[in-house]
Every structure is written in C-alpha cells, then in structure tokens.
T-cell receptor, first 113, second 116 residues
Framework: NAGVTQTPKFQVLKTGQSMTLQCAQD?????MSWYRQDPGMGLRLIHY???????DQGEVPNGYNVSRSTTEDFPLRLLSAAPSQTSVYFC????????????FGEGSRLTVL | GENVEQHPSTLSVQEGDSAVIKCTYS??????FPWYKQELGKRPQLIID?????GEKKDQRIAVTLNKTAKHFSLHITETQPEDSAVYFC???????????????FGKGTHLIIQP
C-alpha cells in the first residue's frame, strides 16, 4: 500500500514550457486535490475532484489544468510555466469529506526559470 | 471563501513547557477543524481534528479547543519535546469546494521551535 505517489519529486522548467505532475493513490479514495506551498503562504488549493470525471477549481486555479479519468489518478498540468509557479506542489486524497483526513504525497518541487 | 488566520508565525518554547497556537476562521458554517504537522522537507500529516459538536478533544500531549461563538480554535501541546519542532497548520473547510475535507483552507503556518 503505497498511499499517495507523486512524480517527479524535482523539476526545473523554462518559462513557457508545459509539464504534467503525476499523482496516484491506491487507497480507493474518492476525493483528491492539489495544493501549492509557498514560504509564508501555507497550503493553497489549486483544483480538487470529488470523483472520476468531476473536477473543480480551488483558490488559485489559473495556469493549471486537471482531469480525473480514473479514481486512482489526478494529474496536474502546467500549460505555459511562469516563474510565479515556482513552488512545492502536494497532491492529497481523502476517503470522504465526513472522515476528513487528507493523505498527502511527498511533494514535487518545481522551479521555473 | 473561508479566511483562516493563524498566530503566531513563529513560537519558541523551552523543552518541557507548553505551546499554544491559535486560529480564527470566517465562515460560521464551518464544522471541521484539523491540525497538520509538517516536519522539515516532509509532507503534512494530520495530528488531531475536531468537529463542531464538541468543544475540546485530547490525544496524549496534544489537545484542540474550539469556540464556535468566537470562531476560533487552538492547538495545545504540553510537555514539549524536541520532536515537536515542526511547522503546524490549522485548516477549515473551504466553502468553494462544498465544505468538505477534500478542499481545505489552511492557515499560513506556525514554526514551533523547541529549545533544549
């Protein structure tokens, strides 16, 4: 049982490049989300999903796309990377809203030059 | 959306003393308040949570109190130990995501330093 797995752990991009951060969970969780963490800013919600085929925007969605074709996978796409997207990205999943615990992946550190 | 304020941003205490971190929230409909601990370079992990139908919850040296009238909740750590050094985040459900745990609004974090 691997929990929540994110790849890659580190990535350096040039401005304007695109890339996809992968996230997979093996706990059969319906709920998945992406957060970004910046110094002094806490964790901010980018996008979330309440089940396969359903996604919605969080607090800071601009510049990011998501899809949820299966229960297990929730990739985050950066369409045209900007220096402001330099951050640590965390994928998280939870069994249900009522139970509450978010299980985080190990994080992906992205630098945009 | 939900606005979560967390204080202090840095807290330094002597080993063995108690530490208290406070958070306020804006949405009176919020009913779930978790606390996460993040050690340096690691992922955040849930340490304790409370629902709005109780005023206090305790788990060994950690406790959380909730005041719904004042819309604030606090994390209390007693008999602090070196392994308590970390960044602690409070959170409340983000009404934009429907108020569920899948979409939380986090405070900006408190860096707790335990002095030997």
């Amino acid at each position: 049982n691997a929990g929540v797995t994110q790849t890659p752990k580190f990535q350096v991009l040039k401005t304007g490049q695109s890339m996809t951060l992968q996230c997979a969970q093996d706990m059969n969780h319906e709920y998945m989300s992406w957060y970004r963490q910046d110094p002094g800013m806490g964790l901010r919600l980018i996008h979330y999903s309440v089940g396969a085929g359903i996604t919605d925007q969080g607090e800071v969605p601009n510049g990011y796309n998501v899809s949820r074709s299966t229960t297990e996978d929730f990739p985050l796409r950066l369409l045209s990377a900007a220096p402001s997207q330099t951050s640590v990205y965390f994928c998280a999943s939870s069994y249900s809203r009522a139970i509450g615990e978010l299980f985080f992946g190990e994080g992906s550190r992205l630098t945009v030059l | 959306g939900e606005n979560v304020e967390q204080h202090p941003s840095t807290l330094s205490v002597q080993e063995g003393d108690s530490a208290v971190i406070k958070c306020t929230y804006s949405d009176s409909a919020s009913n779930y308040f978790p606390w996460y601990k993040q050690e340096l370079g690691k992922r955040p992990q849930l340490i304790i949570d409370i629902r709005s139908n109780v005023g206090e919850k305790k788990d060994q040296r950690i406790a959380v109190t909730l005041n719904k009238t004042a819309k604030h909740f606090s994390l209390h750590i007693t008999e602090t130990q070196p392994e308590d050094s970390a960044v602690y985040f409070c959170a409340a459900p983000d009404p934009i995501s429907g108020g569920g745990a899948d979409g939380l609004t986090f405070g900006k974090g408190t860096h707790l330093i335990i002095q030997p």
